[in-house]
Structure formats: C-alpha cells, structure tokens
C-alpha cells in the first residue's frame, strides 16, 4: 500500500504482547549473565529502547521480512549502545563473546516471537479486513492477505462499487468472491455487523473524485485505510512515496552505492560459501549412492560456461541432474515434437523433462542442485543472492535487459527464484532480474535469502 490514512499509535496491541513477553524472557535470561544488578537494568532499558526507536512494536509492518530487518537493526544497535554502559576499558575478550552470545540469543527470541505470537494470538489480534474493489487487483490483494498471516489482515469481504450513487466512473467485471461481496452504498451495516476497522481500497485506476467520495464512506468509521496508487506494470526503479504539497509523488530514490553495503553483501557470500560446502559433502555422498544404486556411473558435478558480471563467461558448478547426453537427446526430442520446441523456445526449460534423473528430481524440488555454486561464490564468481546465471546462447534473447543482468553478479538465488521459480517464463524472469539491478540493497539480499528458505523448506513452485 502506497497511500493510507489512520493514525499510528506508539505501539498496536499485538506489540504490547510482544514487547510484555520478550521482557520476561530477557529479565530471565540475564540472571545467568553474571551482571549486577544495576547492569542487568540498564541493558534492559537500553534494549527496548532500541526496540521502540527502531519502531519493531508498532505493528505497521505487513511482512515477516521486514520485521526481520527491524529486529536487524534493533540488536545491532542494542550491540552498538553497550558500549555507552560498558567502557571500552573494562571489555575483555570473554566479555566481548558472552555479550555477543547474549545478543544473539535476544535476536532468535525475537524472531520466534514475533513469528509465533502472530500465528498463536492471531484470532484475538486480527484485523477485520474490508477490500474495495472486486476485480482482479482486488482479488490479488485478497490472495496475499490470505497467505501472508503476519500482516493479521483477514479479509471480511469486498466492496462493489459498480452502480454506486456514491460513485461515478467505476465499472468492474465481478472476479473477487460473490458470496463475499457487499454494495458501496449499504456499507455502513456490514462494518459494525462484521466490526471492520481495516479497509484497503484496491481500485488502482479510480480518479481523485471517486477515491475522496469512498474516503468519505469509510472515514471515521475505520481506524485504517490505505490505497493502492496506479502504476502500469512492474516498477523496475527504486521507488520513494513523497508528500509533495499534498500531491503524491513517487520518486526513484536510488542513489549511491555505498561500500558499506557491498562489503556486507560480501561477508554474506563468503559466511554462505563456507556453511554450503560444509552441506555439500553429506549431500554429495547421498547423490553418489542413489545414482549408483541405478547404475548411473557418470560424474556427479558438471560444469557449464555462464555469463557472469561484466559480461565475463564463467565455469558454474552444479550437479548433474540428467542423464549422460542430455543435449543430445534434446535435439532429439524437438525435431520430433513441435510442441516441445515451442516450450523450450519460450520457457528455456521443459515442465515434464524426461532427461531427470529420479536423484535429480529430488535435487531440482528442494533447489538443492546449487549447492556446488557455492564454490563458484567462494571464488567470488557468483553471489549468494543474485541475477540467474544465463547461459551464452540466452544473450541474443535477453535483448536490452542484458545490461541491467550484467551490471551486478550472478547468484545462486534471486528474485525468479522467490517469486513463482516454475511458474514465471523467460521474459518475466528477465523483468525480475532487472527489477533486482535497480533496486539493490543489502535488505533486499536479506529479504530474498528468508524468502528462498521458505520455498526449499515448503517446496511451494519449486522446479
């Protein structure tokens, strides 16, 4: 939501819950510190102040993944003002670890407890959820309301505002559920009916008039509303919503690439390349067994030229997931089947592949068929987080896109990867990519990674 209208209080109810449990867990978990007294309470009053600066207890945030970041920057910062209640002078080298230790116990916490404290108290915390609008953006919003439980919207109902007295120009096709729809102009019952107090207005290409008219219908009779703003397509531009005078403005706000951000990207690459290949070993010995169990003697890994950053080719290491002479036996099968060089054409990979080996089908579900490039970030070639690697021969067919690919490193996951991975065809996996080059952060990577671990933990779109 771009757009909204309430007012955000100090802290929302689900935070008061929050910050009431994470302060008995931290008044119980400094009693083993070894801190005095006055110690113990001057680290609690710095942590939830870092807490409340950061603003983790105010319940704005709709993702999971954005509160990750809050809980980021709220432990390095509860890290960072330590040292204004220790002196430097009095840190010894056991001390440094153990409050390291200590912080990072504090930052697992958190996360299961922001996590877990949606999930459990959802039913006494959730926000009864109007969406107005029953075309397809409405019914989208309905979807992501529907599998993101974090943002305890739960979506009530829609609003139809076609025929409307209160409205003017607004004519949609019926998409979102009928037997969940309610008129515009007899709204006011179903909100203290139903006991709404969120709405979202999800008619993007509604003009000024109307938008004001439907303020008027819901304001003061909700404490939330936010909008979506009109935008044509995928925004492939960092973006900023300013308030221009009281005209919205959405601004590209990408600016200089500081070092700082790089040389986390980094740490992440080499910390990730060095947990990989400690998997890598137990995940190759299985690969062994299973394709010698069905007489597949070939080599376990394979390498394959990809155009890497700057357009320089590169070796990517991955495991072999087909049989020997798979190439070959593509060829085959498109000269015999028109159907499936049409699919190959458009999608560069094929949905019922019979090339799989039964180990590589495993390793292509969980998306465990990367691991070896893990020797490829290592080596400063890949990154953890990235653009997909194209192959030389996709160059032509990435058309101007290909600048953008090239600009930053390859990775062994990325935007493709966490949004749809099967389901997203060649041209929307270059949009992504692209999307990824022009709105860079070290957040971003961080948000893609928990995004990533989701998918290979639930499988959900994996190849």
């Known amino acids: 939501m771009s757009g909204s209208y309430g007012v955000d209080d100090l802290m929302s109810k689900i935070g008061s819950l929050k910050i009431t449990i994470e302060f008995v867990f931290f ?10 007294l ?15 600066l950061i603003g983790r207890y105010q319940g704005r945030v709709l993702l999971m993944y954005d509160e990750i970041r809050l809980i980021i920057l709220s432990h390095i910062g509860f890290f960072i003002g330590s040292f204004l209640v220790f002196p430097i002078s009095t840190w010894t080298i056991k001390k440094f670890f153990g409050f390291i230790l200590l912080t990072c116990v504090l930052f697992v916490f958190a996360g299961c407890n922001s996590r877990y404290s949606h999930k459990i108290f959802r039913k006494w915390f959730k926000h009864n959820t109007l969406i107005v609008g029953v075309g397809h953006t409405a019914e989208k919003l309905g979807m992501v309301c529907y599998g993101n439980g974090y943002s305890l919207l739960d979506v009530v109902g829609y609003v139809n ?4 007295k209160k409205v003017k120009y607004i004519q949609q096709e019926q998409v979102a559920d009928v037997n969940k729809t309610f008129d515009l102009d007899s709204i006011c019952s179903v909100i203290k009916e139903k006991d709404i107090d969120t709405v979202l207005i999800a008619i993007p290409e509604m003009d000024s008039e109307d938008l004001n008219a439907v303020f008027e219908v819901f304001k003061n009779k909700v404490a939330v509303i936010k909008y979506l703003p009109q935008v044509n397509g995928l925004v492939t531009f960092d973006t900023n919503v300013e308030d221009f005078d009281g005209i919205l403005m959405i601004s590209n706000s990408r600016g200089l690439e500081h070092f700082l951000s790089y040389a986390l990207k980094r740490i992440m690459d080499i910390c990730a390349g060095l ?46 997931t087909m049989v020997i002479g798979a190439d070959k036996i593509l060829e085959e099968l498109m ?61 032509e067919d990435m058309g101007d896109y290909y600048y953008d690919v090239i600009a930053c490193k390859p990775g062994i996951t990325g935007m493709w990867q966490s949004h749809g991975r099967s389901d997203v065809d060649f041209e929307h996996r270059l949009l992504l990519d692209e999307y990824y080059y022009r709105n860079w952060s070290f957040w971003l990577d961080v948000t893609l990674l928990f995004k990533t671990i989701k998918q290979v933990l639930y499988g959900r779109g994996a190849v």
Do not use: H
């Open 275 to 320: 947990c990989g290949l400690l998997l890598l070993i137990p995940l190759t010995i299985f690969v062994f067994i299973k394709n010698r169990k069905e007489g597949d003697r070939g080599p376990i890994f394979f390498t394959q030229n990809r155009i890497g950053k700057n357009g320089k080719e590169f070796k990517m290491f991955k495991y072999r």
């Open 161 to 164: 505002c076609n025929n409307s």
């Open 27 to 36: 008044m119980f978990i400094i009693q083993f510190s070894g801190y005095d």
């Open 335 to 395: 000269e015999k089947d028109p159907a499936i060089r049409e699919e190959y054409t458009k999608n560069k990979k094929l949905v019922n592949d019979p090339r799989i080996t039964s180990a590589g089908k495993f390793l292509r579900e969980k998306s465990l068929d990367e691991f070896p490039q893990f020797i490829n970030v290592l080596l400063g070639q890949m990154s953890l987080i990235g653009p997909r690697p194209y192959l030389p021969r996709e160059k």
């Open 38 to 52: 006055e110690t113990c309470w001057k680290l609690c009053i710095l942590y939830f102040l870092m807490q409340l």
